[in-house]
């Protein structure tokens, strides 16, 4: 009797600390509440694993013109960065999206600062005959509307659709702009990394997926074109090549000190114009459209 | 006077008994450190994961029953697309499947190892065996990506990532941990059942199967449930081949996804305070409660062995 009685107390007593716990984030979150200080020689800058080589680059450089300030670059995701920026934990949050397009994060708490623009290729695997898509035809394909390379008048062969992980940046981008709004997406496999994707299409017979222009190199794998547009870097720059997006670096805040510093360098003609076009990025200079939140064009 | 000073002599803390105490507190305090992070994390992931359903009102039979997934989309309703029955389901077909594979094996070569064989052929196995299980799991996943996906496209048709690779990955990371524990178990069997068994004029095959098959069998089955466990929470080996197609599959070959393969790859992309973010909680959290769930299942018949042996 008095055991099931001290049984049914702490079964309630846990019930209701797990209720409290469920209903309020901030115990086991630590949103809004760290400081950092933008003066300080360690710069911690984490986010995005397509802006992370490139930022990379630029750090090297940077910290070679500034012994003093240690540029740390981290992956993670951008969620992850927009996550702790806002947080507070880190001084650079990088993202392939607009924080605007993204749940949980007060977009106006954060500063946007765009560094750089990539543009993104559908890729298969090179024994597919087919060297050119339209737009209405790569949108079937990732629908599921089109199953068989045959209908594009390709070999007999079931297409193999492999995308980017649910929410991932590149994904994001690829779907805002090959799918309608709210369209049901093909269920079909997902990996995490472009290394992954890039490996799997060239062993993949009839694969089919996409990566950033500097991610196309390599055997087995090649690009197509889009109503016989070419994916490179003039095409993207007049919007001809319509699959492309910003890369942001977010700060919390106005951008201060050191922090500073290091985004004017990231922007500056000599990193723009060497490094960037190098590992196949796209200078913002030479960009003659804009892009906004919403994915108008002007 | 000197009464006294022999008293205070007497009852004063010596030495070793100052060190006993002091013996006695750090283990305890040690234990104290390590109660507090479990009760920690299960608080964490618990609270965590049950957001989805208190902050994000998502009806929890939608979650643990619906089979769509996307959390970046919404159904007509305007309900978000929580399904995580495919990612559950994968994780069990995988698990159970490889495990069921893997026993066999395992308990063969225990067999072998204790029964059978000579000391030398004995030794060379136990080595590889520890061979085995000190591969890290990614090394199994990059042999899945590389030997294993391509096998299965060749010979089965598809595209080579799905539940089939995922399996044969899971099987062999499973099998040195439930063959080495089996082998434990059939040590554990006292020498006194096989000695009685020949006396009687049991062949050796019969004294194996009839007695100390018999008498490992809870020994056994724990080997198997801590085998499912390690299968169940493994997450990069299976990422790497499965294919992390979050739909219930509808055959060997078809790609699917597991709970732990949606969680690693998900994490990175999303935000804290998402719905996005608070879903993949509840999916670790379903992985916590599986896990104790396991260690339950092994206590349990760790119970029921023991009363066998009494009796």
């Known amino acids: ?298 | 006077m000197e009464q006294n000073e022999l008293f205070k002599q007497l009852t004063k803390k010596s030495v070793a008994s100052k060190k006993d105490i002091f013996g006695k507190y750090l283990s305890l305090s040690a234990l104290i450190l390590i109660g507090i992070t479990v009760v920690a994390i299960l608080f964490f992931v618990i609270s965590r994961g049950l957001t989805t359903f208190t902050l994000d009102k998502i009806n929890p039979f939608r979650f643990l029953f619906g089979t769509d997934w996307q959390p970046n989309n919404v159904d007509k309703n305007n309900n978000p697309l929580v399904g995580a029955l495919p990612m559950i389901f994968g994780s069990f077909v995988i698990t159970l499947l490889s495990a069921l594979v893997a026993a066999p094996f395992a308990i063969g070569t225990a067999i072998f190892m204790t029964e059978v064989s000579n000391q030398r052929g004995a030794k060379i196995m136990q080595s590889v065996i520890e061979l085995l299980v000190g591969i890290p799991s990614v090394v199994y996943g990059f042999i899945g990506l590389t030997v294993i996906v391509p096998f299965v496209r060749n010979t089965f048709g598809g595209s080579g990532f799905g539940i089939l690779s995922g399996i044969i990955v899971l099987f062999v990371m499973i099998l040195p941990t439930i063959t080495s524990m089996s082998i434990d178990a059939l040590n554990n069997v006292p020498k006194i059942y096989r000695e009685s068994a020949y006396s009687i004029g049991a062949t050796p095959w019969q004294t194996i199967y009839k007695v100390v098959l018999r008498s490992a069998i809870p020994g056994i089955l724990t080997a198997i449930v801590f085998g499912l466990s390690r299968a169940f929470g493994e997450a990069l080996a299976v990422q790497m081949v499965v294919g992390n197609s979050p739909v219930i599959p509808q055959n060997a070959l078809s790609p699917a996804a597991t709970l732990t393969s949606v969680l690693t790859q998900g994490i990175g992309n999303t935000t804290e305070g998402s719905l996005q973010n608070d879903v993949l909680w509840s999916l670790a959290m379903i992985l916590l409660l599986m896990s104790l769930v396991f260690n339950l299942i092994i206590r349990k018949i760790g119970k029921k062995g023991e009363m066998k042996n009494n009796v």
């Open chain 1, 1 to 298: 009797m008095k055991k099931t009685l001290i049984k049914i107390v702490s079964f309630i007593v846990i019930a209701i600390f797990l209720f409290y716990g469920s209903t309020h984030r901030e115990i086991t979150s630590n949103l809004n509440n760290g400081k950092i200080n933008e003066n300080e020689n360690n710069i911690l800058i984490v986010g995005s694993t397509a802006l992370q080589p490139l930022a990379e680059r630029a750090a090297d450089y940077f910290q070679n013109e500034n012994p003093k300030i240690i540029i740390n670059v981290q992956g993670g995701g951008s969620g992850a960065g927009l996550t702790q920026v806002q947080a507070g934990s880190v001084q650079i949050g990088n993202s392939d999206v607009f924080a605007e397009q993204k749940d949980g994060i007060d977009a106006k708490k954060l500063v946007d600062h765009k560094v750089a623009v990539v543009g993104f290729t559908p890729v298969v695997n090179n024994k597919i005959k087919i060297a050119n898509l339209s737009m209405q035809q790569l949108h079937d394909i990732f629908t599921g509307k089109i199953t068989n390379w045959k209908e594009l008048g390709g070999n007999d062969q079931p297409i193999v659709v492999i995308n980017r992980a649910s929410g991932s940046g590149s994904r994001t981008v690829f779907e805002s702009i090959v799918l309608q709004k709210g369209e049901n997406v093909l269920k079909s496999q997902e990996q995490d990394s472009n290394g992954t994707v890039r490996r799997i299409v060239a062993s993949t017979p009839g694969s089919i997926s996409y990566l950033g222009f500097g991610e196309v190199y390599g055997k087995g794998i090649k690009s197509l074109t889009i109503d016989h547009t070419k994916p490179i870097a003039s095409n993207v720059e007049n919007n001809n090549w319509k699959i492309w997006a910003y890369e942001h670096m977010y700060t919390k805040g106005k951008a201060k000190g050191n922090v500073k510093k290091f985004i004017d360098f990231f922007l500056s003609k000599n990193v723009q114009k060497t490094i960037l076009s190098k590992m196949g990025y796209i200078p913002l200079k030479d960009m003659e459209v804009e892009k906004n939140a919403e994915g108008i064009v002007q």
